[in-house]
Structure formats: structure tokens, C-alpha cells
């Protein structure tokens, strides 16, 4: 049985991908880490560990790509140094298993706020902390862009599969008002998993070609 599509994506704006390397490499100094290129043979052996794609910058967005490997405390640390360091807002941004998408927001160097579409079947990635996302908050953070604030609130349309207002959504079904898309060629509902990708594109952030391949390494003792 094939499996879904599991992915994490830090989106870092108005920043370019040598600062981003350059704040990441920081971080991971300080973890008695190093960075170590990566050929694409390489890649696939690092598929399930703490390997990182980083993009060209594009449309004002750096786009950073992590591996499948679920570590979540450190990785989170990381960005929002490179945000402090860098003094600039961003996203990470998850799919898990097709099913279901979420995102933390955060600007100079603190979380802003997190989201999660749904949490009934696995819980949630962000603890006890509130997930349900806001939009107002995700368009303070980036002004330039003239987000459309109805279609933030789309996007961010949190749901409980035990909630009896979704129990008979027929997902198959595009006219379902319920699950109907946000904006005309999204390709999914704003309740299927896939609104990861329409979520990205509604921010403008498809980020540019791939820059550099990296891993971290614990750097050798004295």
C-alpha cells in the first residue's frame, strides 16, 4: 500500500538563501554540529534523517525542505533563529500522510501561532497550545503581500472529524460547500490534506531551484 505524503517546509520571506545557510549553520555550530554537502546518491541514504533541501530565492520567499525524519524540537529551534538572526517572518509548513496540514507562523524570532486542520486521529504536533489558526495574525506578518484575508480564513479551516457537521462530508464531492476549494484552480478542498500545496501557492512561496543539499554531522571532540 503506497504511502501518503509526509513533508515539512520552512518558508523564510524577504531573506535570501545565503543568509538563511549562513543563520541555519549558526545554530547548528552552537549544537556541536556541522554542515555537510550532500550529492543526490547521498540524498536518499539521509531520506529518513536530518537531510535539508535550500532553494534559490524566489518572489521574495527562501524555501528550506526537510527530510522525513519527524525530529521536532531542535529543527523548530532553528528557523526561529534564523528568524531572530535575520529579523524576518516565516512559516513552517507540514503535510501528514495526505491526510492533514498544519503550520507554525512566526516573526523576529518568536512563534506567532499554529494551525493544524484536523487532530482527532493522530493529536497534535504543537502539544496543548491552541491550533486552530488566524488569520488576521498570518496577514500582520506579511503586509507587502496583500493577503486576502477571506482567503486566509479558508485555508486555515480548522475541524474535528467527530464533529457531527463533518461526519457525512462527501470528499469525493467538489459542490460539498463544506470542503469546497478556496480559490478557483486550488485542486482540492480547503479540508482535504492536499491544501498544503494551495496554501503555499496563495502565499506566492513555490519557491526557486534547488541551491544546496545539506546534513548536520556532530562535529568530532577535541
Not at 515539512?8 to 545565503?18: A, I, K, M, P, Q
Not at 549562513?22 to 545554530?27: P, R
Request: aromatic residues 16%; hydrophobic residues 35%; glycine residues 10%.
Amino acid at each position: 500500500m503506497p504511502m501518503g505524503t509526509f513533508q515539512r517546509t520552512n518558508l523564510f520571506y524577504g531573506v535570501d538563501h545565503e543568509q538563511v545557510y549562513a543563520a541555519w549553520e549558526e545554530f547548528w555550530r552552537r549544537e556541536g554540529h556541522s554542515l555537510e554537502a550532500l550529492r543526490d546518491d547521498d540524498a536518499r541514504r539521509h531520506y529518513f534523517g536530518d537531510y535539508y533541501t535550500l532553494h534559490e530565492q524566489s518572489d521574495g520567499w527562501t524555501v528550506l525542505n526537510w527530510t522525513n525524519g519527524w525530529e521536532w524540537d531542535l529543527r523548530r529551534r532553528a528557523q526561529l533563529h534564523v528568524s531572530r538572526v535575520l529579523d524576518c517572518p516565516g512559516l513552517l509548513v507540514f503535510i501528514y500522510d495526505d491526510d492533514f496540514w498544519g503550520c507554525e507562523l512566526f516573526n523576529h524570532g518568536s512563534v506567532v501561532d499554529q494551525f493544524q486542520q484536523q487532530t482527532d486521529n493522530i493529536g497534535s504536533f504543537f502539544g496543548d497550545l491552541p491550533c486552530k489558526g488566524r488569520p488576521d495574525l498570518l496577514l500582520a506578518q506579511f503586509p507587502a503581500l496583500n493577503l486576502d484575508m477571506e482567503h486566509a480564513r479558508g485555508y486555515l479551516t480548522h475541524y474535528s472529524i467527530d464533529d457531527p457537521a463533518y461526519e457525512d462530508v462527501d470528499w469525493e464531492d467538489e459542490h460539498d460547500p463544506r470542503n469546497s476549494p478556496v480559490r478557483p484552480g486550488d485542486g482540492c478542498g480547503r479540508l482535504d490534506g492536499g491544501a498544503f500545496w494551495a496554501f503555499k501557492n496563495f502565499l506566492g512561496a513555490g519557491g526557486g531551484p534547488a541551491w544546496r543539499r545539506f546534513t548536520t554531522e556532530p562535529t568530532a571532540s577535541a
